[in-house]
């Protein structure tokens, strides 16, 4: 008697590939089911065994072989970000400088997507504003392999991991800022296991600690109905809810107002499981939900510590401004508000 596979005979490939792995499931459980982990293990069998997945997923695993980066662009294209800055980022060569205690890990879509650009931008201001000393990799960062291990494809998932971790032993780096939630919990949690130990900490923790030590003092008021949209890798996977908000709090002016799924019961933004890069085409749009709701507290910004929220965000409210809601609706990173609050952005 043979076997039936387990997909697609149990498990149906369209529920398989929807999954954003944001842990919504994980957190609800009452027995504590791994489900996130079940699933990429079944992706991986579908990948590295069968070499079956969503074909519009290919041509982003190519790039991230190729290229360096999910959306196939120039290395050099990495340092565009820094184009509009009144002061020099330092780009690490070779060994990181003795009196530069951060590497700024930057990644792809911080680096390389216009609207997260200026996130970037944003959070490096404010770091220097504060005295911070931080320098980053430039065209030597490369993908961490987070998108390609969602996908399943564990083998390019290692390949990007072993040769980060090389070049940032090269680089003698031990401390590293990560403004992507994906890239924080991937040289976080996952890196170790390949050997990469390093402090990490999200943009949004470092702040938080700098306005709660004085050395940055929002004082400009930003008058808005703000809400903040929990990353799921921040969030639930890394346990990350308070910082982010203290930072938003700090600031005068701001009428923070709370979605009715927040925090651990917060909803994904769709791009998550590598979701960035595959179309939805069953149901409602994840992004286009979750803006509704936070469009459903009459906030004026809608504000995030991600690139990809960022994104997914941004592109739904787009959507709905054109369907004539949303007007004068503007989702930007935590920093960026920050920025605003103590005179840096222009």
């Avoid at 908000?245 to 009715?260: K, N, Q, S, T, Y």
Wanted: one cysteine or more.
């Amino acid at each position: 008697m043979v076997a039936s596979a387990l997909v697609p005979a149990v498990i149906d490939p369209e529920a398989l590939w929807a999954c954003t792995t944001c842990g919504a499931c994980v957190e609800e459980c009452p027995v504590d089911i791994e489900h996130v982990d079940a699933i990429v293990d079944m992706r991986r069998y579908q990948v590295m065994m069968d070499s079956e997945f969503p074909g519009e997923a290919g041509p982003m695993l190519r790039n991230i072989e190729n290229q360096g980066n999910p959306w196939g662009m120039r290395a050099d294209a990495r340092l565009d970000w820094t184009s509009g800055l009144d002061f020099e980022v330092p780009v690490v060569t070779g060994l990181i400088p003795d009196d530069v205690e951060w590497l700024y890990w930057v990644g792809c879509a911080g680096s390389l997507d216009d609207r997260a650009k200026r996130a970037t931008a944003a959070t490096a201001s404010v770091l220097h504003e504060a005295g911070v000393k931080f320098a980053v990799l430039g065209p030597r960062e490369s993908c961490t392999g987070d998108p390609a291990r969602r996908m399943g494809n564990e083998y390019l998932f290692q390949e990007m991991a072993k040769a980060n971790i090389d070049t940032l032993s090269e680089a003698g780096v031990k401390k590293i800022i990560a403004s992507c939630p994906h890239c924080f919990n991937t040289i976080a949690n996952e890196y170790p296991q390949l050997g990469g130990r390093y402090e990490v900490v999200h943009h949004s923790q470092l702040l938080s600690r700098l306005v709660a030590e004085g050395k940055l003092t929002p004082k400009d008021p930003v008058t808005a109905k703000l809400t903040y949209h929990d990353p799921c890798y921040l969030g639930r996977h890394n346990d990350v809810y308070d910082q982010p908000r203290d930072v938003l709090d700090a600031i005068p002016g701001v009428e923070r107002v709370e979605m009715h799924r927040h925090g651990k019961r917060g909803f994904c933004c769709g791009a998550g499981g590598a979701r960035m890069w595959m179309e939805e085409r069953t149901g409602k749009r994840i992004n286009v939900e979750r803006t509704d709701e936070a469009l459903g507290t009459g906030a004026e910004v809608i504000a995030t510590s991600c690139p990809y929220c960022l994104i997914m965000l941004g592109d739904a409210v787009a959507q709905r401004k054109g369907e004539g809601q949303a007007d004068g609706v503007v989702v930007i990173d935590l920093a960026q508000v920050l920025a605003d609050s103590i005179g840096l952005r222009k």
